[in-house]
């Protein structure tokens, strides 16, 4: 069976820019996670969802960070404006159900200059 | 609140060798789950195994097991016959009641020819 895609796979910009990250996860997979991995840090959630529906975004900074996953496939996270804390590498994971392993993507490494 | 520790930041071992990786846990549920997780360079990441709380067998995956010390809320993989691909960072995670996973910082393996 296909992974998780996600793209791009790396992006650098400016703080203060915008940035869309795009996630697919596996097909049938009604659970799908956003991470922020920080380098030497392990993933922290930032928003899970089920089917299109939030589970839980309470470490979302919703004042720069949005996701949305349309039709309860695929996702996006946006951060609008980037900041400099905000270079990490942004995993999305997705999981048919409880007791199921996590399908990770490769990441999308971001550098905020 | 649940937190994971990985007290271990690196770890080298010679290959053919065996190695240990620590890990423990906090929590007042009785119910759980405790993961390992495979972040080699650059690659995604991938489970290695995985341990139901309720569970009192230890869980093998071939050359990798585990020591699951319930009382002591402690969890440690053990890899056998290390081999040049296991090097990577290894994760401990915890899944709770809330189904999400909560990650310790990570343990770098390196493997010495």
């Known amino acids: 069976e296909a992974g998780v895609a996600q793209s791009p796979r790396y992006k650098i910009i400016e703080k203060r820019q915008s940035v869309a990250f795009w996630c697919n996860p596996i097909?049938?997979?009604?659970?799908l996670y956003w991470y922020q991995q920080i380098l030497g840090q392990g993933p922290k959630l930032l928003i899970q969802?089920?089917?299109?529906?939030?589970?839980?975004d309470s470490q979302l900074p919703k004042d720069r960070f949005s996701a949305e996953r349309l039709k309860g496939v695929d996702s996006t996270l946006k951060i609008q404006p980037a900041k400099l804390e905000d270079s990490a590498v942004y995993l999305c994971?997705?999981?048919?159900?409880?007791?199921?392993?996590?399908?990770f993507g490769p990441g999308t490494r971001l550098t905020v200059l | 609140a649940q937190t994971v520790t990985q007290s271990q930041p690196e770890m080298s071992v010679q290959e053919a060798e065996t190695v240990t990786l620590s890990c423990t846990y906090d929590?007042?549920?009785?119910?759980?789950?405790l993961f390992w997780y495979k972040q080699p360079p650059s690659r995604q990441m991938i489970l290695v195994i995985r341990?139901?709380?309720?569970k009192q067998q230890n869980a093998t995956e071939n050359r990798f097991s585990v020591n699951f010390q319930k009382a002591a809320k402690s969890f440690s993989l053990k890899i056998s016959d290390s081999q040049l691909g296991d090097a990577a960072m290894y994760f401990c995670?915890?899944?709770?009641?809330?189904?999400?996973?909560?990650w310790g910082a990570g343990t770098k393996l390196i493997i010495k020819p």
């Open positions: 097909s049938g997979h009604a659970t």
């Open positions: 969802f089920q089917n299109n529906g939030v589970v839980d």
């Open positions: 995670a915890y899944e709770g009641s809330n189904y999400q996973l909560i």
């Open positions: 929590t007042s549920e009785s119910d759980y789950y």
């Open positions: 994971a997705s999981q048919a159900g409880r007791l199921n392993e996590q399908f």
């Open positions: 341990q139901e709380a309720y």
